[in-house]
T-cell receptor, first 114, second 110 residues
């Protein structure tokens, strides 16, 4: 069974802290994505990666960075957390560059920055 | 500028009736469209998709219609069941990148 896991379901951090959100998939997928979900704004793409050590900016990359050292793991980093980064963060993966390939999502991490 | 819009934040229907969820897009370069369903405390899961070369795709109780000239797609659920109550996102794909709408919360009343 397909599985995308995220390191934490809930996380509370202070303003200015460095935050790591981890995502692991066990499907040998090439593509991995990080989104944030906010009320009224839907899912917005932060960063994505088509291969190990590759990364591309999504629609809202400011304040975030990513790391993909291994195919199965894609990390989202908040260098200095701010209150406007309080959100639900969703990781996803998909197979290859085929647009017909749907994305598989993790359960999400609800991050609160105080 | 939101390229994919779901103008109805919520929809309530009676069990057994049809649910119609709508999605509009502005970018004519989108060539593939998907619907995802999301239950509380879970990530979205893929429901059904349609290529831009088609105008209809059906899978059991779920049918997606695409009107390219109007840049509009819709998801029909017939008959609706209480277990269909969830948030539904439409997504449009261009160059391998998906753009999501902000979701419609469907409530199916028994």
């Amino acid at each position: 069974d397909v599985k995308v896991t995220q390191s934490s379901r809930y996380l509370v951090k202070r303003t200015g802290e460095k935050v790591f959100l981890e995502c692991v998939q066990d499907m040998d997928h090439e593509n991995m994505f990080w989104y944030r979900q906010d009320p009224g704004l839907g899912l917005r793409l932060i960063y994505f990666s088509y291969d190990v050590k590759m990364k591309e900016k999504g629609d809202i990359p400011e304040g975030y960075s990513v790391s993909r050292e291994k195919k199965e793991r894609f990390s989202l980093i908040l260098e200095s957390a701010s209150t406007n980064q309080t959100s639900m963060y969703l990781c996803a993966s998909s197979l290859g560059r085929d647009p017909l390939s749907e994305q598989y999502f993790g359960p999400g991490t609800r991050l609160t920055v105080t | 500028d939101q390229q994919v819009k779901q103008n109805s934040p919520s929809l309530s229907v009676q069990e057994g009736r049809i649910s119609i969820l709508n999605c509009d897009y502005t970018n004519s370069m989108f060539d593939y469209f998907l619907w995802y369903k999301k239950y509380p405390a879970e990530g979205p899961t893929f429901l059904i998709s349609i290529s831009s070369i088609k105008d209809k795709n059906e899978d059991g109780r779920f049918t997606v219609f695409l009107n390219k000239s109007a840049k509009h797609l819709s998801l029909h659920i017939v008959p609706s069941q209480p277990g269909d109550s969830a948030v539904y996102f439409c997504a449009a794909v261009n160059a391998g990148k998906s753009t999501f709408g902000d979701g419609t919360t469907l409530t199916v009343k028994p």
